[in-house]
């Protein structure tokens, strides 16, 4: 079974992007969520991909990522997504994790998250000086969370 360990941190500085080894363009789309569990359709690129996922326990939870065809994708981001998310997503090598720094545009830009991903619990995480609050496990950086807060901030700003 497919397992994702992972921690999630505000930045406290822009030192991160001198260690970007690549970088990736995503649109995701959030097609169903409930109890903790949820299911999203994502472009990499020019590659697309299913992805479901169980419930947190603690840092973990089921993961499962499936390539899907790009005209089955877009039909699921334009007919069973009410809010798609864009971003770039840098990978920063720091010591032997490899970060994913996420930079958020259109509805949720300004917003920066960096995550890191574990090979198993019990991996020590040297934090980079740039990483700043953990945020991991709290509601408001949830992305679902973070969508609606900005269409309500959006909507009482033109009422």
């Known amino acids: 079974m497919a397992k994702e360990i992972e921690r999630k941190f505000l930045v406290a500085s822009d030192d991160w992007k001198s260690g970007i080894s690549r970088s990736e363009r995503l649109r995701d789309g959030l097609i169903a969520a409930e109890g903790g569990r949820k299911a999203r359709v994502r472009f990499y690129d020019d590659c697309a991909t299913l992805c479901i996922k169980g419930r947190r326990d603690g840092m973990a939870r089921d993961e499962f990522e499936y390539p899907i065809p790009a005209q ?59 990483v700043g609050r953990e945020v991991t496990g709290l509601q408001d950086y949830r992305k679902v969370n973070m969508v609606a807060a900005r269409k309500a901030l959006i909507g009482s700003s033109a009422a």
Do not use: N, Q
């Open 72 to 130: 089955d994708a877009e039909e699921m981001l334009s007919a069973h997504c009410t809010d798609v998310v864009e971003k770039t997503r840098h990978h920063v090598p720091a010591g032997a994790l490899v970060w994913t720094v996420d930079v958020y545009e259109g509805l949720l830009s300004g917003i920066t998250i960096a995550e890191v991903e574990f090979p198993a619990l019990d991996t020590p995480l040297p934090l980079p000086d740039w």
